[in-house]
Each structure stands twice: as C-alpha cells, then as structure tokens.
C-alpha cells in the first residue's frame, strides 16, 4: 500500500505568479483534501474532491482551484500569488466514513518573495 | 469562535515521564470524531489516535490515550514514557459528520502544541 505523495518538496515564487501543487492519493482512497499551513499555526482546509469534483470548501479565494484525476490523484493551483501564501500545502487523501483519519502527504513548502 | 482550542503553545517534559495535551472543542453536532496528529520538522502529519463522540470507552493506542471528557467537551492526549523522537507539535483536529455533505469531511484543527522531550 503506497503512502500520499506530494511534488515538488519546495518551490520558490514571486508575486503575482501562478503555481501548481500535486499529489497522489492513497491507494483505495477516493478523496482528496487540501490543506495551508502558515507558519505556527495549523493547516487550514482549502477545499476537498471527492469522486473528481469539488466537495466543499472553505475559507480561501477563487484564484485556489484545484482538480482530482480519475486515478484519484489532484492538483492544487494558485493564481496572482501574494506573500500570504507562503505556507505549507498539505494533501490528504481519505475516505469518506466519519471515523477514518485523513492520511496526510509530507506537504510542499511554498515561499512567495 | 474557535472550534478546536489547544491552549498550551509550547511543553517540556522529562524523558521517561508522562505529558498531557489539551484540547477543548466546540460543536453543536451530536456525532463528530476527534483525531490528534504529531507533526515532526519534516511536516508530515502523522496519525495518532481517534476518538468518537459515540465511543463509550476512551481511546488508547499504545502509548498514547486519550482523556475523553464528553461534558466538558474536552479530548486531552496523554502520552506516557515520553522518548526523545516524541518532540514535535501535536495538534488535535475534529470532524463533523453535518459537515459531510456541507462541507466534504474536512478536518478543522486547532493551533497546535510543540512539545520538547528533554534528555
């Protein structure tokens, strides 16, 4: 059974560009959540796929898209990037019962100078 | 409000000797799970226990158990015979089940504890 993997590891920008973040799921895992980790505090949902379409969502702009694959794999996209997205991107994959954790990917580090 | 409320930034604890995390939640959905993960430098989350609001017994895993306070709505982590690969930030999360079909089963942390296992 394969782990969550996530590319790349780190990733340097500046403002005002666009960024791609992907992830492979679970093997056996049908969704995918996205997570931000600002430095010091915990991650913060971006959104979730389930089945290749968006599932919820939560407190983030429309320039964070994201898309899920029918391998279950997703991507994570950010336009017109601000300094405020540094952060750690986080991908989980998971199924949908209540009482099953989320199985977190080694995330990718973005810095946004 | 917050959801998920860890109110210990930081801990040290002696090698060998038992630590407590707390974690106070806030929810008005009678059927919700709660989860702590342990977050090393590298950033991966790692899973490592679950407690139901439905669970009658407290959760344990190994050595790590949890202090399930319904009432109070409390889920305080003990990890006991700390060891030295202990040291990280341990954050305790929740999930709700109205969340599901609202808002997919996303995760709502709260703001982490970093604790540091001395020698």
């Known amino acids: 059974e394969t782990g969550v993997t996530q590319s790349p590891t780190h990733l340097i920008k500046t403002r005002g560009q666009q960024v791609t973040l992907r992830c492979s799921s679970q093997?056996?895992?049908?969704?995918v959540s996205w997570y931000q980790q600002a430095l010091g505090q915990g991650p913060q949902f971006i959104f979730q796929?389930?089945?290749?379409?968006?599932?919820g969502r939560g407190n983030f702009p429309p320039r964070f898209s994201g898309l899920q694959f029918p391998n279950y794999s997703s991507e994570l996209n950010v336009n017109a990037l601000e300094l405020d997205d540094s952060a750690l991107y986080l991908c989980?994959?998971?199924?949908?019962?209540?009482?099953?954790?989320?199985?977190f990917g080694p995330g990718t580090r973005l810095l946004v100078l | 409000a917050q959801k998920i409320t860890q109110t210990q930034p930081g801990m040290f604890v002696q090698e060998k000797e038992a630590v407590t995390l707390d974690c106070t939640y806030d929810?008005?959905?009678?059927?919700?799970?709660l989860f702590w993960y342990k977050q090393p430098s590298s950033g991966e989350m790692i899973f490592l226990i679950y407690?139901?609001?439905?669970?009658?017994q407290n959760a344990t895993e190994g050595r790590y158990s949890l202090n399930f306070q319904k009432a109070r709505k409390s889920a305080n982590l003990v990890i006991s015979a700390s060891q030295l690969g202990d040291s990280a930030m341990y954050f305790c999360a929740m999930r709700e089940a109205k969340m599901i079909k609202a808002a997919g089963n996303k995760l709502t942390f709260g703001g982490g504890t970093r604790v540091l296992v001395k020698p």
């Open positions: 407690q139901g609001s439905y669970d009658q």
């Open positions: 796929y389930y089945r290749e379409e968006e599932n």
């Open positions: 093997s056996g895992h049908n969704t």
């Open positions: 989980a994959s998971s199924t949908t019962r209540l009482e099953e954790t989320q199985y």
């Open positions: 929810t008005s959905d009678p059927s919700y799970g």
